[in-house]
Each structure stands twice: as structure tokens, then as C-alpha cells.
């Protein structure tokens, strides 16, 4: 079966940086979309960042734009997000998820599988 397991969260303070991994299995990853959303505490799961089947092509939020960096290893089935400049704001559990293709790159409807999710605390 499809399974999605974030690791890389952490406490840490504003400014300071973190690597959110997303390790998949019983899915043939590289013709998968892979995102990232996160949820905060009293809010809705929100879009983070996309990348395509394709590394090139790459989609943010704009509350993350030049801080957050997404990636992916097709070899090691494998998704990556690199969180620079990390603000109080962006405490959240974060998910990866993965998409065959649907409703568009930003929406939630559009992915089929999801991760149990990774804490993510900012201090100020």
C-alpha cells in the first residue's frame, strides 16, 4: 500500500532553518506531484509548495516564496522542503501529499495520498 512519512520537524527559532523529508513507498513516485500543505491550530490545511513529475517545474505559496525550496529525488522516492527564515507564523504540522493529476496543483482535492504530518514549532 501507498504510505507518505514526513520527518525533519522540530522546535526551533525565527530565522533559523529546517528540512522537511518525505519518504513514499507502494507508489511509482517520479509520476507522482508531490505538495506540501500545513495546518495550524484553529485553521484550514493550506498550500505550501508543488513540484511536477519534472523538477523544473516548481509552485509556492506566497507566504513561503524565497524561503521555502522544494525538491525531489526520483531515485530515493523521495521529497524534500527547505525552510529558510523561519517565522513564527510558520508553525504548523506540515504534510506532504502526493497527486496522479486532477484539480489543479494548489488544491487539496487534487492529491490522493497523505503523510501523518510533522510538527513544526517557531519560536519568536
Known amino acids: 500500500q501507498v504510505q507518505l512519512v514526513e520527518s525533519g520537524g522540530g522546535l526551533v527559532q525565527a530565522g533559523d532553518s529546517l528540512r522537511l523529508s518525505c519518504a513514499t513507498s507502494g507508489m511509482t513516485f517520479k509520476n507522482y506531484l508531490m505538495g506540501w500543505f500545513r495546518q495550524a491550530p484553529g485553521k484550514e490545511r493550506e498550500f505550501v509548495a508543488a513540484i511536477s513529475w519534472t523538477p523544473s517545474n516548481t509552485y509556492y505559496a506566497d507566504s513561503v516564496k524565497g524561503r521555502f525550496t522544494i525538491s525531489r529525488d526520483n531515485a530515493k522516492n523521495t521529497v524534500y522542503l527547505q525552510m529558510n527564515i523561519l517565522k513564527p507564523e510558520d508553525t504548523a504540522v506540515y504534510y506532504c501529499?502526493?497527486?496522479?493529476?486532477?484539480?489543479?496543483?494548489?488544491?487539496?482535492?487534487?492529491?490522493?495520498?497523505w503523510g501523518q504530518g510533522t510538527q513544526v514549532t517557531v519560536s519568536s
Open positions: 501529499a502526493a497527486s496522479a493529476g486532477g484539480q489543479g496543483v494548489y488544491s487539496r482535492r487534487s492529491y490522493d495520498y
